[in-house]
């Protein structure tokens, strides 16, 4: 059914206090210092002034007269305003959740993002440098500590151990500022257009007074704020939006519609609806009927029981025929897809990202490749098709069997490319092709990173690893393990998939240093 959300449980706000804004955080917010305080504020820019209210969360606990030193803020009144402060250009602007960064001129917020990201990595490199070398060197006795009877020359032997530790550790701090300074630049920045970009989207749905209303939600909260236009839809997506609001109203299960979703492809656009129950034979003719109008592929996402009882959820299209297919290019590979299939959402981005993945894989025929999270075969395909050998290994076995179409679908035969089924945060280690040697390992994994993968590189031993990533949190973990393992990182870029928000899409490359003892 139609979720009714409510807003979350508020904050505790402090008594507003005046502030001027200094610097941008890695997520774009004002970063502000008064009284030993240092305040974290959504839509503030550097040079600003501001009346700020202070907001104690669960994250940052407390009062001003705390022990906490870091709060949260919002502005309560602009009192000098940045000249590079962006006008409003959008209606929902502070309303809605989509773009927080509004505000800031994209080289701002691209700029901020990529500080970030550099600064978290020189912190993980020189952990991970430290890491690889450190060796202690113990005294005679294998002990810190000597007691009253020892012998003198036990007592040299100590302090020759702890000269040599303490020797040890400056190079390894100078080790470890050398190789942090190495990566302070990313090797490349890419950026594109900020409006109209975002060919993927989930539409948020909320019932009221028997109304069905489609949009996205607050920023801080679950409220939701309707929406007939988004300027970073593309053009085809914001068409569809007014037509979609009218047909949900018409459908006999309205309220079963747990969100809705477009993607827009270099064939057609798909529109996918997520139902809590099986749709009406009578609302199947109408959603039918809306995809011949509007030329657009239909599917639903409804409960299905398999022949054990057990429910599951399953994909079934509605409204499809030849002059409609769902596809995205990839290097000039013809990738297939569904409504809900996951497809980068900035199409021009995922271009460039693919021929950076290409330039540093570097196929060839005696090159053997692994791409773990290969969802689709967005980077798989066009790595066989350039002479490698691919296996590509997903979690989701429906994306599994679409890969496999794809490459027979770009003439790649399973010598050349095959994928598998795989928890890559699971025990996969005795896996046939986890067992098999590996020139270049490709991996992209959602936010959480790839923990359990990255440790198995230490046995896998492949002599480069890229890795791209959208949690630059995540990519800094695995970056420290990495490192650990007898890994260099030869060079990182940052990829702006994302314009207008905090987030940010960056590729890391990682090289074999069997130098590191």
Request: hydrophobic share 40%.
């Amino acid at each position: 059914m139609v979720s009714f959300y409510k807003s979350e449980k508020k904050a505790t706000a402090l008594k507003a206090i005046e502030l001027q804004c200094e610097s941008l955080d890695i997520q774009g917010r004002g970063v502000c210092k008064k009284d030993g305080m240092v305040y974290f504020v959504d839509n503030l820019m550097p040079g600003e002034k501001a009346r700020v209210v202070p907001v104690a969360n669960n994250a940052i606990a407390g009062s001003l007269a705390s022990k906490d030193k870091a709060f949260s803020g919002n502005v309560s009144k602009l009192l000098e305003a940045s000249c590079d402060r962006r006008a409003q250009d959008c209606p929902l602007q502070n309303q809605c959740g989509g773009c927080p960064l509004e505000h800031l001129p994209q080289e701002m917020s691209l700029k901020a993002k990529v500080e970030g990201v550099a600064s978290l990595l020189a912190k993980s490199v020189a952990q991970g440098t430290i890491a690889s070398k450190s060796t202690k060197v113990s005294s005679s006795k294998g002990s810190s500590k000597l007691g009253r009877n020892s012998t003198i020359k036990q007592v040299l032997a100590k302090k020759q151990a702890d000269a040599k530790n303490s020797a040890r550790n400056k190079e390894l701090v100078e080790l470890s500022k050398q190789a942090a300074s190495a990566i302070a630049t990313p090797s490349f920045c890419i950026s594109g257009d900020e409006i109209n970009y975002r060919r993927a989207c989930r539409l948020a749905v909320r019932a009221d007074h028997g109304k069905i209303y489609l949009g996205f939600r607050e920023g801080k909260a679950q409220d939701l704020v309707p929406v007939d236009h988004c300027k970073v839809l593309t053009a085809r997506n914001n068409a569809l939006l007014e037509p979609l609001r009218v047909l949900v109203n018409t459908l006999e299960g309205k309220k079963n519609i747990g969100h809705v979703e477009l993607l827009d492809t270099d064939g057609a656009v798909g529109v996918l609806l997520r139902m809590t129950k099986n749709v009406s034979s009578g609302d199947e003719e109408r959603l039918a009927k809306f995809g011949l109008e509007q030329g657009v592929v239909v599917s639903v996402l409804e409960p299905f029981k398999q022949l054990d009882d057990t429910e599951v959820v399953r994909e079934r299209v509605i409204s499809q025929d030849n002059e409609r297919e769902l596809y995205v290019m990839s290097h000039d590979c013809k990738i297939a897809c569904s409504p809900s299939s996951f497809v980068q959402v900035n199409g021009a981005m995922n271009k460039a990202m693919i021929e950076q993945v290409l330039k540093e894989v570097a196929p060839s025929q005696d090159k053997k490749v692994l791409d773990l999270f290969s969802g689709l075969g967005n980077f798989a395909i066009p790595i066989a098709k350039a002479g490698a050998k691919v296996v590509g290994i997903d979690i989701v076995s429906d994306m599994v069997r679409r890969a496999n179409e794809n490459a027979l679908l770009n003439n790649i035969d399973s010598e050349q490319a095959r994928f598998f089924v795989a928890d890559l945060e699971e025990a996969f280690e005795s896996q046939i092709w986890a067992k098999d040697q590996y020139d270049v390992v490709v991996m992209d994994p959602g936010r959480l990173g790839a923990k359990r993968s990255v440790g198995y590189m230490s046995k896998l031993k492949p002599q480069k690893i890229v890795m791209i990533s959208c949690n630059p949190l995540a990519a800094s973990r695995d970056t420290t393990a990495l490192i650990s393992s007898n890994y260099k990182l030869e060079s990182w870029g940052a990829i702006d998939m994302f314009p207008r928000t905090a987030h940010l899409e960056i590729m890391l490359v990682f090289t074999r240093d069997d130098s590191k003892k």
